[in-house]
């Protein structure tokens, strides 16, 4: 029941479901993460952490990067169609989507 209420207590929030959705368009990092939401670093992180916990996402170190993906293998995975569904005309998840395509994180990590 714990781990039930944890994956419910991640979907919780707006910003968690942004980031959930945005990963479905590609891996991303932090930088990109916080600058598509226009958070700070550690209130991502903080979203970031709470997400992985529940086990809707893994981080892999890639060179300088730690890019967060979804995690396909999870009983949470079969949530995120759903979720896909009820936001798929969402403006807000349509505009970070767009937003995605102009973030270089070359650029934006000073890398």
């Not at 600058?35 to 992985?52: D, F, G, M, N, P």
């Not at 896909?84 to 973030?103: F, G, P, R, V």
Request: charged letters at 25%.
């Amino acid at each position: 029941m714990r781990s039930l209420t944890k994956l419910f207590k991640a979907l919780s929030d707006t910003n968690r479901l942004r980031i959930l959705k945005m990963l479905e368009v590609k891996p991303l990092c932090v930088c990109e993460i916080t600058e598509a939401l226009q958070l700070a670093i550690s209130t991502v992180s903080k979203h970031l952490s709470i997400l992985r916990d529940a086990g809707f996402i893994i981080d892999k170190k890639d060179g300088k990067w730690v890019n967060y993906t979804l995690q396909p293998e999870n009983r949470a995975a079969i949530l995120l169609p759903i979720i896909s569904e009820w936001l798929k005309n969402n403006e807000t998840i349509i505009k970070d989507a767009e937003q995605l395509q102009t973030i270089n994180r070359s650029t934006l990590c000073g890398i």
